[in-house]
């Protein structure tokens, strides 16, 4: 008996882009059964399946072709793929489509009272964050030399407790920076949502599934434009 090929799809399993993830695939018409335990989740009128995964999770999944597609935020995939390239891993993806969801800043903030004078200020300083390829990236393209500490959560709690002069962290609203007396001095990268896909060439009958999704998810992103 030979099975049909499914096209498979990475995308947050519950988080701030799970919801609109979620909307948008069910806009572009595909009926699936998402219960919280499923990790693998059928969509039942397409040969696709939905894998539920953490953000973080997701470029690495699809660069190194677990996944066909994925749906995460820029920020995710850049500091993955130069964290994955400075290891010697695989790191080449494909970006399909920017989505219209998702976005954010990702900014060095300093506390409140802090002389800033430029991006000279920051030389020599340490920052608690999640994204140190970027955070290094904006250092060396800025001629300056940064310590940091990484921190998966609660970031802006670090200068308070002394384990870093600054951070940098994703803004949107920048009511989490105020309410931690921090002020954002610098943005280093703007993100939003993107659908990427694996490098590696899908067979015909995945690549005629995505040639079916594809112009679907575009329409949908153009009515909410
Ligand atoms: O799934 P996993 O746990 O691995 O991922 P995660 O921890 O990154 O999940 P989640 O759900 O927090 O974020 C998922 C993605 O949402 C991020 O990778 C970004 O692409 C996007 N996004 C958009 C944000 C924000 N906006 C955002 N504001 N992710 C996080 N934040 C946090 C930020 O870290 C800070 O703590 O919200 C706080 C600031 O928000 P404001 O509104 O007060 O400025």
């Known amino acids: 008996m030979t099975t049909e090929p499914r096209l498979r799809i990475a995308m947050q399993k519950s988080g701030r882009l799970s919801d609109d993830t979620q909307a948008l695939l069910k806009k572009c018409g595909l009926k699936l059964n998402v219960s919280d335990r499923r990790l693998l989740a059928h969509v039942t009128n397409l040969p696709i399946d939905i894998m539920?995964?953490?953000?973080?999770?997701?470029?690495?999944?699809?660069?190194?072709?677990?996944?066909?597609?994925?749906?995460?935020?820029?920020?995710?995939?850049?500091?993955?793929?130069?964290?994955?390239?400075?290891?010697?891993q695989k790191h080449q993806y494909i970006r399909t489509s920017g989505l219209n969801f998702g976005g954010c800043r990702l900014s060095i903030a300093m506390p409140e009272g802090f002389n800033y004078q430029g991006i000279q200020s920051l030389d020599g300083l340490r920052f608690a964050t999640t994204y140190p390829q970027l955070l290094n990236r904006f250092a060396k393209a800025n001629g300056i030399n940064i310590d940091f500490c990484l921190l998966k959560g609660s970031?802006?709690?670090?200068?308070?407790?002394?384990?870093?002069?600054?951070?940098?962290?994703l803004v949107s609203t920048g009511a989490t920076l105020e309410a931690?007396?921090?002020?954002?001095?610098?943005?280093?990268?703007?993100?939003?949502?993107?659908?990427?896909?694996?490098?590696?060439?899908?067979?015909?009958?995945?690549?005629?599934?995505?040639d079916t999704?594809?112009?679907?998810?575009?329409?949908?992103?153009?009515?909410k434009e």
């Open 52 to 88: 539920r995964v953490r953000s973080s999770d997701i470029p690495g999944l699809v660069m190194d072709g677990v996944c066909d597609l994925g749906i995460v935020g820029d920020n995710t995939l850049e500091e993955t793929a130069l964290e994955r390239e400075l290891m010697g």
């Open 155 to 169: 970031v802006e709690v670090a200068p308070r407790v002394g384990l870093a002069d600054g951070i940098c962290d």
């Open 180 to 210: 931690n007396g921090l002020v954002e001095v610098e943005e280093i990268f703007k993100s939003k949502a993107s659908l990427i896909q694996t490098a590696t060439s899908l067979s015909p009958e995945k690549q005629n599934i995505l």
């Open 213 to 223: 999704l594809l112009p679907r998810i575009q329409g949908v992103m153009k009515a």
